[in-house]
């Protein structure tokens, strides 16, 4: 809450002090109760946004595509196209996230910026992308600070490094800073798509797993990030490629997607020029559909996703630090899967909900290439089980016999669940006659 800020005068001093103790004392903290949350935000929609969308350079039917694939955010920079860009954002229907500094777009940046304090459209800024050094940090947080004093409703954040690679001070010492100075979100990016195949799983879940926990440690959600060009030893993603990355963070709790990048450089070496569209002509390429797929399935149950509470997140096959699922610790008793993830999550009246992933995917495989079919168990006190959203599959009631359901789950797809609990017996009530009997 505002009340809990550092008053304005002296916070660069108490920042620079504060960073050289948690440099010499920082650790992953344990899993805990949080004891704030953020200030409301203007926008209420699920975030989804492209870390280099299209310019202002770029015309209004390349807005509209890039809205039509379901993003939401539009993270605008502030270069020769800054003003045309937000006139463009405004007049397709979405919203802008403002960098403060310009992020090397290729366009050349603005000598003397105007952030736009009034327009609607603009719901937040972005401070700094992956500070790292006292100094860096200090500044980014600073900026954080000042700008959620003057408007708590439009948010102020910076993204951060992976957690893997940040060093010293830890993301966890960053974001205890950041969010007692204000930050509303954390907000970082991990890759583990590589070259030849291979993965970075672990790397992926070891990150995904310390944003949940100081997300739910600070109060404050968390965004994360999917690959989606090819650069340096980072592969273009296939079908199940992508959809692993953006349904791994959903299962973590992610209450924000990132994709990197909609729009893609054309003269950079050792990058692709194609990301989600060509950049020489806005042309759409063979990952527009699939991210145009997977953002609506995302937006159709945006609103229960951020109203969700992240209770565990466990695997069949755990990758390093990661914990393995273990039959009859929650409604979900038994999974019989390839490779499966299973977050699970309770909504604001206890409702349980579950994401369940099949973590199958792969160079040049398709969702259907990849497909499994995962057979759950359910506790006694489980009456029924909807799909709630279920990308390729049929949104509705499970077909549950003797306790068991059968689901075909394409490659690195994601199917949230929602049970009903049969009602409590009463005390020498026969609970399995009772369950048997429910509607």
């Known amino acids: 809450m505002i009340q809990t800020w550092f008053p304005r ?17 920082s650790r992953t903290r ?14 209420t929609s699920f975030p989804i946004v ?24 539009h993270a605008t920079n502030p270069d020769e196209g800054f003003v045309r860009a937000l006139d463009y954002v405004e007049a397709v229907g979405l919203h802008s996230l403002v960098f403060r500094q310009h992020q090397g777009f290729a366009l050349t940046p603005l000598a003397h910026v105007t952030f736009p304090e009034n327009r609607d459209s603009v719901v937040g800024w972005i401070t700094a992308d992956e ?27 910076f993204n951060m490094l992976s957690p893997a690679t940040q060093g010293q001070p830890s993301t966890e010492a960053i974001a205890d800073l950041a969010v007692a100075a204000g930050m509303p979100v954390l907000s970082y990016d991990t890759y583990a798509i590589m070259v030849r195949g291979r993965d970075r799983a672990d790397d992926l879940y070891e990150d995904l797993s310390r944003m949940r926990v100081a997300s739910r440690r600070l109060g404050v ?3 994360a990030f999917a690959l989606t060009i090819a650069h340096g030893g980072y592969r273009r993603p296939s079908e199940s490629d992508l959809r692993w990355q953006v349904y791994s963070n959903l299962a973590y709790g992610a209450k924000g997607l990132w994709y990197f990048t909609y729009w893609g450089p054309t003269d950079w070496r050792g990058w692709d020029t194609r990301a989600i569209v060509d950049p020489r002509d806005g042309s759409r390429t063979d990952l527009y559909g699939w991210v145009q797929t997977v953002n609506r399935a995302v937006l159709d149950v945006g609103t229960v996703l951020l109203g969700l509470d992240s209770v565990d997140v466990v695997h069949t096959r755990p990758s390093r630090d990661q914990r393995a699922f273990t039959a009859g610790r929650s409604w979900i008793t038994g999974i019989r899967a390839s490779d499966a993830l299973l977050g699970t999550f309770s909504s604001p009246d206890g409702t349980p909900y579950a994401m369940l992933v099949n973590k199958l995917h792969g160079q040049g495989k398709s969702a259907r290439d990849a497909a499994d079919t995962i057979e759950l168990e359910f506790s006694t006190d489980v009456a029924a089980v909807e799909s709630v959203s279920w990308l390729d599959g049929t949104p509705g009631p499970l077909a549950i016999q003797a306790r068991r ?35």
Do not use: C, N
């Open 405 to 439: 359901a059968s689901l075909t789950v394409a490659g690195g797809t994601g199917v949230l669940l929602k049970a009903r609990l049969a009602p409590a017996p009463p005390a020498g009530v026969d609970s399995q006659r009772m369950l048997e009997q429910s509607p």
């Open 50 to 73: 492209a870390w280099w969308g299209p310019p202002g350079t770029a015309s209004r039917e390349d807005f509209e595509a890039y809205r039509d694939a379901g993003f939401t955010l």
């Open 131 to 157: 500070p790292h050094t006292t100094e860096q940090i200090a500044r980014a947080i600073e900026t954080v600070h000042t700008l959620m004093r003057a408007d708590p409703g439009r948010w102020a954040f």
């Open 9 to 25: 005068e002296g916070v660069a001093v108490l920042l620079g002090v504060a960073l050289a103790v948690i440099v010499l004392s």
């Open 221 to 223: 959600p968390f965004w």
């Open 30 to 43: 344990d899993e805990g109760a949080v004891a704030r949350s953020p200030m409301p935000w203007r926008f």
